[in-house]
Nanobody, 115 residues
């Protein structure tokens, strides 16, 4: 049974930092591309950052230079370091594992940035 469990969300002031973690089980982690998505109230879910099996990362423009995605294949975990947070980063953040047409999701973790 595949499980992706996010943690690390919370309430932070504008300019602060958070680190999200996503622990995977039930999959061969190293063969999955991993991503972080977010969904704000009333908006569509959007891709924030992704990292390939080879460690290549890319980011949506709004978080470039502030967020860093990383993976630890030994721990079956993907991270999202978020710095210089802004109120517009407020959303539920979801972890995604993708391999071909297979796509798995975590339950999400709330990130709230106060101004």
């Amino acid at each position: 049974q595949v499980q992706l469990v996010e943690s690390g969300g919370g309430l932070v002031q504008s300019g602060g930092s958070l680190r999200l973690s996503c622990a995977a089980s039930g999959i061969i982690f190293r063969v999955y591309h991993m991503g972080w998505y977010r969904q704000a109230p009333g908006k569509q879910r959007e891709l924030v950052a992704q990292i390939t099996t080879g460690g290549i990362a890319n980011y949506t423009d709004s978080v470039k230079g502030r967020f860093t995605i990383a993976r630890d294949n030994a721990k079956n975990t993907v991270y999202l370091q978020m710095n210089s947070l802004k109120p517009e980063d407020t959303a539920v953040y979801y972890c995604n594992a993708r391999k071909g047409v297979i796509s798995k999701w975590g339950q999400g973790t709330q990130v709230t940035v106060s101004s």
